[in-house]
């Protein structure tokens, strides 16, 4: 099946983590459920263009597997997750975008779709920081919006780069009570 694989959760709250990875779009969740099968993991993670787009076969697969996986949704915190969607899915890893990222404050910050997924209390609340200065737009963020828990993820596509980025913001990352990922699939 394209578009599907199984690895290690890169970063943040389920580092480490085997599980299975999928792209829900083109896909019946018949059909991933009797991958899943196959597979021996209890982790699913939906990733890639957005789940949050595809809100029905999101629950179609999701009621597909059952309880048989934990469902781990990536997003970037823009859509607001439909009731259900809310009630089925186990964890959010919400990667909000920061200025760096070169996006729009106004296409990165939904507060009304920040507001519902913190309601969920399954979000998880991931930032990708290039810098120690990018630590205080996440500072103003989290207060903002009243955000827990916290993971800073080092940016960097090389594993000599993340390693230079974890050692870099560690303690400021400490001191302010967050988390601090690696990515592991960039080290491995």
Request: proline share 4%; charged share 20%.
């Amino acid at each position: 099946m394209a578009d599907a694989f199984i690895s290690f959760q890169g970063e943040g709250p389920m580092i480490g983590h085997r599980a299975a990875f999928v792209r829900i779009s083109g896909h019946r969740g018949s059909d991933i459920a009797a991958w899943l099968e196959c597979q021996r993991v209890d982790l699913l993670v939906l990733t890639g263009d957005e789940p949050l787009r595809q809100q029905q076969a999101l629950v179609e697969l999701a009621r597909s597997v059952g309880t048989s996986v934990r469902l781990l949704v990536e997003t970037q915190g823009t859509i607001t997750p439909a009731r259900e969607v809310a009630e089925l899915v186990d964890v959010f890893v919400v990667n909000v975008k920061l200025a760096h990222s070169g996006v729009a404050r106004t296409a990165r910050i939904v507060p009304e779709a920040i507001a519902a997924l913190a309601v969920t209390g399954k979000a998880h609340w991931k930032f990708v920081a290039r810098t120690i200065s990018d630590l205080g737009e996440i500072a103003d963020l989290v207060e903002e919006f009243a955000l827990r828990p916290v993971w800073v993820v080092p940016y960097g596509t090389t594993p000599a780069a993340v390693l230079d980025g974890q050692r870099r913001l560690a303690d400021a990352v400490l001191g302010r009570g967050w988390n601090l990922s690696t990515r592991l699939h960039i080290l491995l």
